[in-house]
T-cell receptor, first 113, second 114 residues
Framework: EAGVTQSPTHLIKTRGQQATLRCSPI?????VYWYQQALGLGLQFLLW???????NRGNFPPRFSGRQFPNYSSELNVNALELEDSALYLC????????????FGDGTRLSIL | AQSVTQLGSHVSVSEGALVLLRCNYS??????LFWYVQYPNQGLQLLLK??????LVKGINGFEAEFKKSETSFHLTKPSAHMSDAAEYFC????????????FGRGTSLIVHP
């Protein structure tokens, strides 16, 4: 069974640019979660998509946005990049059952110069 | 509301020694609990999960955890540490009702000395 795949692995941008990160879920998983993992700050919840709808978002500005496609894949868009956006962005997917664990991809390392 | 506290941002053990990583949770409803491990430059990998069946849960790589409701704890243990266990460990909780968003602890870095 293929795991959660994220692309690209690394992304280098400059301040003010826009970044798009992508996530493909495990087959059968309908929920997608995005997290930001900055150095020393643990996992910060960004966004949750389920069945194509945004269900919840964390305490991040509106320039962080995304969407989920009919095949349940997802993309995260970050506009007007700032230096502090440099982090590992992790995607996690799972089925709709609450007691099921999330499965994580290996992340996209976003570096802002 | 739910929260997770992982005591100790760093835990250091010798190879072959007992590993104990602490996790305390709060949840207004019966919880589901998870431990994940993260190796450098990788995502999180599920070690084990508690979903209201047996209170002693066995996971991968020789790890296990015991759910203690009276202590609101879900500590992770391994009888004998191996160098390859050096990694970051995260405890997570989600309530049986309410939010579908798991809450993660801040993580504990396990350091294993030869």
């Amino acid at each position: 069974e293929a795991g959660v795949t994220q692309s690209p692995t690394h992304l280098i941008k400059t301040r003010g640019q826009q970044a798009t990160l992508r996530c493909s879920p495990i087959s059968g998983h309908t929920s997608v979660y995005w997290y930001q993992q900055a150095l020393g700050l643990g996992l910060q919840f960004l966004l949750w998509y389920d069945e194509g709808e945004e269900r919840n978002r964390g305490n991040f500005p509106p320039r962080f946005s995304g969407r989920q496609f009919p095949n349940y894949s997802s993309e995260l868009n970050v506009n007007a990049l700032e230096l502090e956006d440099s982090a590992l962005y992790l995607c996690a997917t799972r089925t709709g059952e609450r007691n099921q664990p999330q499965h994580f991809g290996d992340g996209t390392r976003l570096s802002i110069l | 509301a739910q929260s997770v506290t992982q005591l100790g941002s760093h835990v250091s053990v010798s190879e072959g020694a007992l590993v104990l990583l602490r996790c305390n949770y709060s949840s207004s409803v019966p919880p589901y609990l998870f431990w994940y491990v993260q190796y450098p430059n990788q995502g999180l990998q599920l070690l084990l999960k508690y979903t209201s069946a047996a209170t002693l849960v066995k996971g991968i790589n020789g790890f296990e955890a015991e759910f203690k409701k009276s202590e609101t704890s879900f500590h992770l243990t391994k009888p004998s540490a191996h160098m390859s266990d050096a990694a970051e460990y995260f405890c997570a909780v989600i309530g049986a009702g309410g939010s579908y968003i798991p809450t993660f602890g801040r993580g504990t870095s396990l350091i294993v000395h030869p």
